[in-house]
Nanobody, 124 residues
Framework: QVQLVESGGGLVQPGGSPRLSCAAS????????MAWYRQTPGKQRELVAT?????????NYADSVKGRFTISRDDAKNSVYLQMNSLTPEDTAVYYC????????????????WGQGTQVTVSS
């Protein structure tokens, strides 16, 4: 069992740079990949970024956030972060932290564990 708790969301002005945090607990050593997703009502859930749990971490980003968002890990704190820069209203969504403990071969996989989500609203 893995528990994930997000924090750092809220109301942000366009161009803002919040950092989302995700604290993991439980069987953290079973995690292969950590990920950030976002979802807006009426829109498809979007995979924002991933980072592997081994070594220094291998990262991947959605095209919509490349160059603006950075995912990172702090193993000492059992946490993963999403640094968000140059936000626009299009970034408004509920952001979810997620963990995959099974295999991640190919593209047909989904996280087994999810956080409660944190709302990020970009508006002036």
């Amino acid at each position: 069992q893995v528990q994930l708790v997000e924090s750092g969301g809220g109301l942000v002005q366009p161009g803002g740079s919040p950092r989302l945090s995700c604290a993991a607990s439980g069987n953290i050593f079973s995690i292969n990949v950590m990920a950030w997703y976002r979802q807006t009502p009426g829109k498809q859930r979007e995979l924002v970024a991933t980072i592997t749990s081994v070594g220094s971490g291998s990262t991947n980003y959605a095209d919509s956030v490349k160059g603006r968002f950075t995912i990172s890990r702090d193993d000492a704190k059992n946490s993963v972060y999403l640094q968000m820069n140059s936000l626009t209203p299009e970034d408004t969504a509920v952001y979810y932290c997620a963990a995959r403990v099974g295999g991640v071969y190919g593209s047909n996989w989904d996280p087994e564990y999810w956080g409660q989500g944190t709302q990020v609203t970009v508006s002036s």
